[in-house]
């Protein structure tokens, strides 16, 4: 499908007025156009199912993507309300432009920026909280989060737990429909002591996030490990604009000679505003 500026207009439009029979005529006059270059845009909407010819009005898949360029364009005038100066109607005009001509990839980014500094407007009044509680102010969208796995207990200043040297930085939190998953991937390493000697050497064996009934396995796909974003304790920091999410883990690495390395030790992930 080839959708421009000039249809997506037309899909707005005709998905705000469904409740009464909208002509050909009709949109021609609003837009200020000539009627066939109206019956154009509409003829191809139509031949993409999204547009009923008889009734000009939208199907249900018509629906879902005016519902989806729709929400693409909030964000969007979000984002350029919050970096560039603009009257309402340039900023509409922006926005409209940009959803339709950047890439995908470029796009999640500056909604992944955008729902973030919502989020943090939102979280002034809270200290502690849930996920559940944010969640839906974060929106669905897959956003890079830094995090540390430090050792549970600690001596002589070695805070780092193996584990953190373990995984690739930085994981990837995952919201979909108010629900979180912690995605980490698992990265080879070793260990040598003092004599240069190999102690350590492979991946993450098994990990282990702590429940509400325990420790329990997480969801391993290949190198990556999958845990639920609601197991962790959040803290939101005001001062410095943070957002830290910690609990349990316990980590099972490989020992020369076959054997395990067993510990556990805390998680911390880190959500910071843009």
Known sequence: MEMTTKR?????????DEKKTVTVTELARFFQVSKASASRNISYLVSQKIVCGDSLRLTEEGKAI????REEL??????????????ENENRENAMQMVMFLTEGMKEQLFRRTRLNRLFQQLKPLR????SEFADMLGDGDYPVAFVIYRENFERGKYLSMADRGMEHPATLRVRKGTGT?????????????????????????????????????VKDGDYYSFPAEMLDYTYHAEENLLIGNCRLRTCAPLKEKKIHIRTAIFSMIIQKI
């Open 74 to 87: 909030r964000l969007m005038e979000e984002y350029l309300q919050e970096t560039v100066h603009l009257d």
């Open 182 to 218: 912690i995605r980490l991937k698992a990265v080879a390493l070793e260990r040598r002591n003092l004599m240069e000697r190999l102690m350590l050497h492979g991946k993450l064996a098994e990990l282990e996030y702590e429940g509400k009934k325990g420790f329990e396995p997480t």
């Open 66 to 69: 005016a519902g989806r360029y």
């Open 8 to 16: 997506l207009a037309y899909l707005l439009y005709l998905d705000t």
């Open 128 to 131: 502690n909280l849930t996920f």
